[in-house]
């Protein structure tokens, strides 16, 4: 049901009494937003529905509080699906939660992550007004890139209303394998397995390297003799957990994405996207060296907070100068990239 | 402004070549768009990253404008010079850095050319995905600023798709790295909106693209159509189908012929309207791939179909299609290309609209089209010495992007807006959309000292723009005073 005007008067009323809004959509990412503890939430787990879906362009527009699983069973339909892959923290998320997430699956490194598929965006300004960029269509350079800037966005620059995405149809055959080997051995066959046609996945956790394919029948064989002795087929549940979160791991969770050949290192709990981005779990902050890849806090554990700061570099100054710009009055929570303190 | 005092300090700079003589400036008057010219009062071209840093520092130092070009084969005016700012060349950084076929990816200075970046890494067995028509000459750097496309974006996306990370120089000369070193950078995601900025944010100064392993098989399918509409279903039919061709493209009648003409591809010249389409994937697959999407175009009413699997006839079809616009140069002395992106449901009823402007204004016009994904070309043919022409011929382009805008589509699939666009981007975008664009440009460059007068319009500029039009009958910037 269209909410557009009771989410624009509450973000309005936020406004007027000088208060800070959080979006949110089912709130399963809540732990992404630490520090937005006294803001009031503008939830638009009401504002739901397909406004309209073309699957012969692979185009689809919803209203930001439909449920993703909603969307994902109406491509389905079609044989299409969101090649992105979000993760899933509950059956409540929705894709407004997907997009200011900006969380891609494990086929990040080959198909892309949530921005790649993002086309267009309507949604309620810092000043309370509502605009939208981008649009239904797969190529569009009319001014600068707002709807791909709020992906990932976390809420701090609007609340979405609307997204438009890119779909695909889904392969004729999905099929993931496994090996059981230690952390090092399942990143030399990651590094090794890049180039395979059809790999679409490649993931390590409890003491298992999962690689999927994705692609023709024909082609199967042919990937299956690529990936040589001792992989067998296994079911998609444990790349589901990996992408989850679903493993087990104690102290708070920290993700690092560096350079797929950087070493493994001992706080790590799972390896995704052919090892470009690592889980890590400990009390402390990992220490790593930062020219192969960054540590941030992703997750908190049960211990107090580990000590955090913004991060500060050039790149940090000016993502703050761009939320200072978009958002002068600070009408939606911040997002501070939070990194340990060094 | 570029004063003398201004002009002696820039001579200062090391590693800087000054063009101050008038006739090599004039080399630099037009990007692409050669009918906006201006001839720059001064042209840098540095040499090593600490030039062009002083060179940024002193500009910005003194508040004088600076427009950065590559291969100067941009269509919209993005590098058109300022009559009174520094237009600097960045084709001297044209060295491939690093490449690495294990992360697959290669690191490149800017002036770096697209077609160069798969060439060199070939041989690894890789290739860089965005093929814009121009990539023979036009770089990367330019690339990432209008986030450039090609024939082959419906399965391997832009340019802001395949660019893992960047480094680049504000106005004021401070270097940032973005995109970090993996697939994922905290905070807001910079690096996607560099893309398509045209030059107004900042200096690209280094590009790491992603590489893909060049596909096992290719085959190209040529199917002639009775009409536009039969071939524009027969796109439908081919996705619905569940397949996603590397390229999908569509030629009408007029582009056939001039095509052929020109280059003698095997067109069948009787058809209304052609699609190609191109398949890749493994050995093992691509034959009962080619065979399932040709019934598909069969049953779509395609009256011929040709298959051309070796390289050789490939090379034939795609000649075409890649020459239609020379080809189009020929049978008129100039030619407009528009650049406007449609949900493909209404292709019909655009090229009807396109096609009742055409006799409204009495100037033909081809269309050629990326149909996968939405994105038209229709080039308007007149003779630029007829001054009558050449007015119909700007008033039918900026109808073909009203019209655009009508079906709920853009001005600019990926030609970028520069000067070419700008009082369209009225039309698409309320007042306070383009505050947030004004606010975005404040944040990176405050002196608004980078690319001044392109892309963005001045609210100012739009309601005189909006005096004059009315939109889908409410005026777009009711706020604005009319004057």
Redesign the interface.
């Known amino acids: 049901m269209d909410q557009s005007d009771a989410l624009q008067q509450a973000v309005r009323a936020a406004i007027s009494r000088n208060q800070t809004v959080q979006p949110g959509g089912g709130c399963t990412k809540g732990f992404l937003q630490p520090g937005a503890g006294d803001a009031v939430l503008v939830s638009t787990a009401e504002h739901s529905g397909i406004l309209h879906y ?6 689809v527009r919803v209203r930001s509080g439909t449920r993703l699983v909603d969307l994902q069973a109406t491509l389905r339909e079609a ?1 299409q699906y969101l090649p992105c892959e979000p993760p899933s923290f509950g059956a409540v998320g929705t894709v407004g939660g997907m997009v200011a997430a ?1 969380l ?1 699956g494990p086929s ?2 080959y198909v ?2 949530v ?2 598929y993002v086309l267009g965006m309507k949604l309620i ?1 810092p ?1 309370g ?1 509502i ?3 981008g ?12 709807t ?2 709020n ?3 976390r809420g ?2 609007g609340l979405m209303l609307e997204v438009a995405l890119k779909v ?3 392969p ?1 055959v999905t099929q993931v394998y496994g090996l059981a080997c230690d952390a090092g051995l399942a990143q030399q066959h990651m ?1 090794a397995q ?2 395979l ?2 790999l679409s996945a490649s993931a390590y956790c409890d003491g298992a390297l999962l690689v999927r394919y994705q ?2 029948e ?2 199967q ?2 990937f299956e003799q690529a990936l040589g002795q001792g992989f067998q087929p296994v079911s998609s549940a444990g790349l589901a957990a990996v992408r989850d979160l679903r493993f087990a791991h104690t102290g708070h969770l920290w ?7 950087a070493p493994v290192v001992g706080q790590m709990v799972a390896m995704d ?1 052919g090892g ?2 690592r889980w890590l779990a400990s009390e402390q902050a990992p220490v790593i060296a930062a ?4 540590v ?1 806090w992703f997750k908190p554990g049960n211990g107090a907070l580990p000590a955090l700061i913004p ?1 500060a570099d ?3 100054r ?2 703050q ?6 958002d002068p009055k600070g009408t939606f929570v911040g ?5 340990p303190t060094p | 402004m570029l004063s003398e005092a201004i002009t002696r300090s820039l001579r200062q700079i090391d590693d800087l070549e000054l063009i101050e003589d008038p006739s090599r400036r004039r080399v630099y008057e037009s990007d692409g768009l050669t009918a906006i010219a201006q001839v720059p009062p001064l042209v840098a071209l540095p040499n090593s990253l600490q030039a062009l840093q002083e060179t940024l520092q002193l500009c910005h130092a003194h508040g004088v404008a600076m427009v950065a070009r590559g291969a100067g084969t941009g269509l919209s005016g993005g590098a058109t010079p300022l009559a009174d700012g520094l237009l600097i060349g960045l084709a001297k950084f044209n060295r491939i850095l690093d490449i690495d076929p294990i992360k697959m990816t290669a690191r490149v200075e800017p002036g770096v050319t697209n077609l160069a970046i798969s060439k060199a890494v070939a041989s690894a067995g890789l290739f860089y995905a965005p093929d814009p028509s121009s990539q023979i000459a036009c770089t990367i750097g330019g690339n990432v600023a209008e986030n450039s496309g090609g024939v082959h974006c419906l399965k391997y996306g832009l340019t802001l798709h395949n660019v893992c990370a960047l480094k680049m120089m504000l106005a004021d000369g401070e270097v940032l790295s973005l995109g970090g070193t993996g697939l994922w950078e905290d905070g807001l995601d910079l690096l996607a909106l560099l893309h398509g900025s045209e030059g107004l944010l900042g200096v690209v100064i280094e590009v790491t693209v992603a590489l893909r392993p060049l596909p096992e098989a290719v085959t190209v399918l040529m199917a002639g159509f009775g009409d536009t509409k039969a071939a524009a279903n027969a796109v439908s039919a081919v996705i619905q189908a569940g397949v996603l061709p590397a390229g999908l493209e569509m030629m009408d009648r007029l582009a056939i012929q001039a095509a052929e003409d020109f280059v003698h591809a095997g067109y069948p010249c009787e058809a209304e309207a052609l699609l190609l389409c191109e398949l890749d994937g493994s050995g093992a697959e691509i034959a009962a791939l080619s065979a399932a999407v040709q019934a598909v175009l069969q049953a779509a009413g395609a009256q011929s179909l040709v298959e051309a699997s070796d390289a050789a006839a490939r090379a034939r079809l795609w000649l075409g299609r890649k020459a239609a616009f020379p080809a189009v140069g020929r049978i008129a002395p100039d030619y407009y290309c528009m650049d406007g992106t449609i949900p493909r449901r209404h292709l019909a009823e655009v090229l009807a609209a396109i096609a009742d402007r055409s006799t409204h204004y009495e100037l033909p016009v081809a269309n050629v089209f990326h149909a996968g994904d939405g994105n038209l070309h229709p080039l308007i043919l007149y003779d630029a010495n007829d001054s009558d022409q050449f007015q119909r011929a700007e008033a039918f382009g900026a109808d073909v992007l009203t019209i655009c805008l009508r079906f709920g589509g853009t001005i600019t699939g990926e030609h970028g807006v520069g000067l070419e666009k700008i009082d369209q981007m009225c039309a698409q975008f309320t007042t306070l959309e383009l505050a947030v664009f004004h606010a975005v440009k404040a944040a990176f460059d405050p002196s608004g000292l980078l690319n001044p007068g392109k892309a963005i319009p001045t609210l100012n500029r739009c309601a005189e723009f909006g005096a004059m039009h009315v939109h889908q009958g409410a005026a777009k910037h009711p706020s604005l005073p009319r004057f």
């Open positions: 073309h699957p012969d362009e692979l185009v044989g900006g891609a990040r490194p892309g992550g921005r790649d300004l000043s007004e605009a939208a960029f649009g239904d269509v797969m190529k569009n350079v009319a001014g600068y890139d707002i791909r800037l992906v990932g966005a701090s620059l695909l149809p889904i004729e590094l890049r180039r046609a059809g692609g023709s024909q082609a064989p042919e993700r690092w994405d560096g350079a797929v050949d996207w470009a981005l020219d192969v890849g960054v941030t991060r050039g790149v940090g000016l993502q100068r761009v939320k200072s710009a978009l997002y501070p990239a939070l990194r």
